[in-house]
């Protein structure tokens, strides 16, 4: 079966910097896109980044200079990484993976991973 994992979560001070893993199991990797999305208690969940084709990358406006997403083919496993952390950064972060070559939109992802805590102190 299919399983999306994440690691790295955490608790960090504002201006801190975490990175977070994903592996990922039973699924043909480079065939997929891959995303990390977040959501706050309260909220919906928001996309975050992507990863698709060519190693094209696109961020929400929110952490645009400040994330970067990147994968590892080999390994199969994607990472995000974070830095100049905010209060506002703080959610359950989840690692997804969509059967496209293409920029995938929200109902394209096909799997999802456990979700994973990041916390940003003040």
């Known amino acids: 079966q299919v399983q999306l994992v994440e690691s790295g979560g955490g608790l960090v001070q504002a201006g801190g910097s975490l990175r977070l893993s994903c592996a990922a199991s039973g699924l043909s990797f480079r065939n997929y896109a891959m995303g990390w999305f977040r959501q706050a208690p309260g909220k919906e969940r928001d996309f975050v980044a992507t990863?698709?084709?060519?190693?094209?990358?696109y961020y929400t406006d929110a952490v645009k200079g400040r994330f970067t997403i990147s994968r590892d083919n080999a390994k199969n496993m994607v990472y995000l990484q974070m830095n100049n952390l905010k209060p506002e950064d703080t959610a359950i972060y989840y690692c997804a993976a969509a059967r496209t070559s293409f920029r995938p939109g929200y109902y394209d992802y096909d799997y999802w991973g456990q979700g994973i805590q990041v916390t940003v102190s003040s």
């Open positions: 990863i698709y084709g060519s190693s094209t990358t």
